[in-house]
């Protein structure tokens, strides 16, 4: 498969940050995020495996390679509040303990969420074109951005189940993990068909 300079510099960028990490928490013996490492391999390797029909621009694939970055540094890097995804950027609500607005860690899921929707919404457009109403394809993203979210909450809570001192969170962080990933959706789908449809006028 002949790729492009961009997919090649994005492929090269989340093999370095990657192969990095993984030294890291091998040392640290992070089972959590040792799994979260080899996640990211399968990802990617689907994600080129499977270019030549996707075509998934670059730009989506340096979005999910960014947020993989974000991840290993949100369980590693030290803060005041602990790792960097406990890290509270601003008190816009706190009702203590974990329901606390606003936090890294509800930043990243809602990035990685509207960045997973634009992936759907590149692939039904693709395979639907404009055939069909363009408020069910964008409503199909949405959703299927959600379905991923809620496919990582069962990693997660399996997580929790099988590793010892995990740092997944309880009720109020799993809550609040959805509602940041519908929000990240929603935000980029509208954003999407908002910017498509001025340079279309």
């Known amino acids: 498969m002949n ?5 090649k510099s994005v492929l090269g960028f989340t093999a370095i940050y ?6 890291y928490f091998v040392r ?7 799994g979260y490492v080899g996640l990211i391999i399968l990802i990617f390797t689907l994600l080129y495996g499977t270019l030549d029909r996707t075509r998934i621009p670059a730009s989506i ?24 995804y406990d890290w509270k950027i601003f008190p816009f609500f706190d009702g203590g303990g974990e329901f606390y607005i606003l936090k890294f860690d509800q930043l990243v899921h809602g990035y990685l969420y509207a960045v ?17 109403s363009q408020l069910l394809v964008g409503f199909i993203a949405i959703m299927s951005s959600l379905g991923v979210g809620a496919l990582n909450e069962i990693i997660e809570f399996i997580a929790v189940l099988t590793v010892p001192d995990n740092g997944v969170g309880g009720y109020y962080n799993n809550a609040l993990d959805i509602v940041f990933n519908f929000t990240g959706a929603l935000i ?5 068909y908002l910017l498509h449809n001025k340079t279309e006028d």
């Open 188 to 192: 980029a789908v509208l954003g999407f």
């Open 116 to 132: 997973v929707a634009l992936l759907f919404l590149h692939l039904l457009r693709n395979y639907f074109g404009d055939r069909h």
């Open 61 to 84: 694939i340096g979005g999910i390679s960014l947020w993989g970055l974000l991840h290993m540094m949100g369980g590693s890097i030290q803060t005041k509040d602990g790792v960097l």
């Open 3 to 7: 790729l492009s300079k961009p997919e």
């Open 28 to 34: 640290d013996f992070n089972i959590e995020f040792i």
């Open 18 to 23: 990657t192969a990095a990490f993984a030294v």
